[in-house]
């Protein structure tokens, strides 16, 4: 079976791959290399989610595009982060018993910053 992606204007598999949640478009790119080449290219896919993530980690985005990571490396460096701090801000953790109780992916290496974002969310609660 021929690779529909290969048959498709850039524009159509840019399209069809922008649909795609952070996880998904991840897998997509170690499909085959005619995927991997046109969504490893594609800055404007990396672009979109690095955004949606930067609504919790602006202070870590902009220090790595100021670093000059590309957007997909910014977003693979904030993607778990984003999630597990947005938990913690969200006051998922606030009445946690013990730290057996935490999910596996509630702990993940942040900076101090983040640490303390999260401590100011908790003592406003």
Not at 43 to 68: F, K, M, P, T
Not at 75 to 82: D, E, P, T, V
């Amino acid at each position: 079976p021929a690779d529909f992606v290969a048959l498709l204007p850039p524009e159509v598999s840019s399209r069809i791959f922008s649909d795609l949640d952070v996880e998904s478009l991840c897998h997509a790119a170690v499909t085959c290399k005619g995927w991997h080449r046109v969504i490893e290219s594609n800055d404007h896919l990396w672009r979109h989610h690095c955004l949606s993530v930067r609504a919790v980690c602006q202070r870590e985005i902009d220090c790595d595009r100021g670093n000059g990571y590309s957007w997909k490396i910014t977003l693979l460096r904030n993607y778990w982060k984003s999630k597990v701090k947005q938990e913690w801000l969200s006051g998922k953790y606030s009445n946690i018993p013990s730290q057996n109780s935490l999910p596996e992916k509630s702990m993940y290496p942040m900076d101090v910053d983040t640490w303390g974002e999260i401590l100011e969310a908790e003592l406003e609660r």
